[in-house]
């Protein structure tokens, strides 16, 4: 399997809307610049019923670091924290972060949670897998959006999309074929090594070909590649959720979750798995569990408030990423979750497949980056509750 990087990467613009209410001050880099921004100051919102139960656990707790750095991204997938920051719930736990703008995705932000850049960053499993190999152990203290099946419901977001009128109709067609994905080392190089090892295609026939979601599209119009691997909301955007084809292009199936009657094996399955796990270095972990703690439980308080409050979580939605309500409505619902239970489970399904594809990291302890905090059943909420956020069925 060759590997060719297309273009260079968008800008990921990594939560750099301080809106009205956050507190304290927020710097962000981008382009070679700095600038900072000046927040008005703020007051943790009055407790709710939701989350009054567990806040004096925290607030009797001395945040080691409140002044973090924070590497996420401004996807729909992120909610969560752009809530905790809006609603004052950073605050409320003893936290200020600062949310950086940077270039590079999932492996720009792993490399900054490593090297010290970052203090919280999202990474992808098979990033973390490969580089605990290498001896660097990241801990996993939150997850954010999760594809699967939820109560009859599908939440998954991947798809593989080609023109049209290709002659590819199913991912046994790939060989000597060009497939774009966002980066290597990613969620998405995992996924297609183990389907082209399950449908017997050759890996090194294939060239992959580095390019943003964003991008493929384009690429596809012009012929410089033969299948982009997308997410949403890249994909609402020439196809109608919902919708198998659209604007002159074609979904072949979700490679995230598999789809046997599209000949996509069965990957994760309809149980699916946690995305975006935001992570911290071990020594991190050890040295400020304090702060990992008050992170995890202000990201569960945004969660919860998003359940009860869906309308409002739009509007903040819409400020954060930059997507008009319009948008946000025409693509899948999120889910989030406060801790999936499964979800040691599922990146040990993840983990076989890099082993079987032959790819670093396949012989990890999925265990290992788990966070050893005590945090509580009833911290977590019942050690996983799943929080659906639909902006299509709001007026």
Known sequence: MTLKRFRRLVPILILCVVVAGCGGTGTTTSAGTETTIEAEGTTAPASTSTTSETTSTVAALEVEKPEIKVFGATLAQFLPLFV?????????HGLNPEFVTFEGGAPRSTEA????EADI???????????????????????????GVHDGANYGQHRLIVLEDSPIETVADLAGTRVALVA??????????????QVGVDPDSVELV?????????????GEIDVGYMIYPFV????PYGEDSGNGFRSIGDPFLGDESLGLPVTLGELGGGIFPMAVTAEFAEQNPNTVRAWALAVRDAMLWIQENPAEALDIAVAATGVP???????????????????????????DMM??????????????????????????????RYIPWDPAALP
């Open 84 to 92: 905790a920051q809006e609603m004052g719930f950073f605050a409320q």
């Open 113 to 116: 949670v490593v090297s010290g």
């Open 121 to 147: 960053a999202y990474t992808s499993w098979p990033l973390a897998f490969s580089l605990a190999e290498r001896g660097q152990q990241l801990k996993f203290v939150t997850v954010h959006a999760y594809y």
């Open 184 to 197: 290597r080392g990613s969620n998405e190089e995992a996924f297609l090594r183990f389907i082209f090892e």
């Open 210 to 222: 580095e390019a943003f979601w964003g991008d493929h599209p384009a690429l596809l119009e012009s």
């Open 236 to 239: 609402g955007s020439i196809i």
């Open 325 to 351: 309500a319009e948008g946000h409505k025409a693509n899948p619902p999120q889910l989030y979750v406060t801790w999936p239970e499964e979800y040691a489970g599922q990146m040990q399904v993840v983990a």
């Open 355 to 384: 082993k079987s594809a032959e790819l670093p990291g396949g012989d990890v302890d999925v265990n290992s980056f788990i966070s050893d905090l005590p945090f509580t059943e009833e911290e977590m909420v019942e050690g996983g």
